[in-house]
């Protein structure tokens, strides 16, 4: 079974800094998607950034980019400039590519994001 | 596009009621998804469908949950009884589906159940 691990449940940064965020995952399949959603206080879930296994290059998307070690299975978060509505939870999941049916999300236990002004 | 609807938004219950959670999808998908999040255990699926069958209701806690999808545009989730334990927030998700391609999960704003 896949599983995907969060070992910081808090973190915090200062305005306008770059704050990194760990995720690890285990998997014995070799396509898979990794993303990194995001969860205001608002509740809702919040798709931030996607990685396919099989690219090489890392994804980005304006300010957040991802550290994608396929070997080491890590799959972290760079978040550069940091604002005060990214404060949030942050949760890293998982998906095998999958013909046919869609297959479900793995989420990691997530992580507190606090940003001081 | 209104994305996703869940309702109600928030529901308080006493043990041992019945409790119905709604759910929307975005027109056009075929594939939908309930989750539950709590503290303890974080996001986990509960059950997902994919053309109103379901596929995948291995995350089912018990025989006290249920949920159906009668059509392509409405979802339920029934616990019947009711327990304090089944206190949390209940998210529907609802993608398009087929091929190898990515189909992006989009998520509703989630009902918060507290059972007394």
């Known amino acids: 079974a896949q599983t995907v691990t969060q070992s910081q449940p808090e973190m915090s940064v200062q305005e306008a800094e770059t704050v990194t965020l760990s995720c690890t995952y285990d998997t014995s399949e070799s396509d898979y998607y990794l993303f990194w959603y995001k969860q205001p206080p608002s509740r809702q879930m919040i798709l931030v950034i996607r990685q396919e296994a099989y690219k090489q290059q890392n994804a980005t998307e304006n300010r957040f980019s991802v550290n994608f070690q396929k070997a080491a299975k890590s799959f972290s978060l760079k978040i550069s400039d940091s604002q005060l509505g990214d404060a949030a939870m942050y949760f890293c999941a998982y998906r095998p590519v999958y013909t046919g049916a869609n297959s479900k999300l793995t989420f990691g236990k997530g992580i507190t994001l606090s940003v001081r002004p | 596009d209104a994305g996703v609807i869940q309702s109600p938004r928030h529901e308080v219950t006493e043990m041992g009621q019945e409790v119905t959670l709604r759910c929307k999808p975005i027109s056009g998908h075929n594939s939908l998804f309930w989750y539950r999040q709590t503290m303890m255990r974080g996001l986990e699926l509960l059950i997902y469908?994919?053309?109103?069958?379901?596929?995948?209701d291995s995350g089912m806690p018990e025989d006290r949950f249920s949920a159906k999808m009668p059509n392509a545009s409405f979802s339920t989730l029934k616990i019947q009884p009711s327990e304090p334990r089944d206190s949390a927030v209940y998210f529907c998700a609802s993608s398009t589906s087929g091929g190898a391609s990515y189909n992006e999960q989009f998520f509703g704003p989630g009902t918060r159940l507290t059972v007394l």
């Open positions: 469908f994919n053309n109103n069958v379901p596929i995948d």
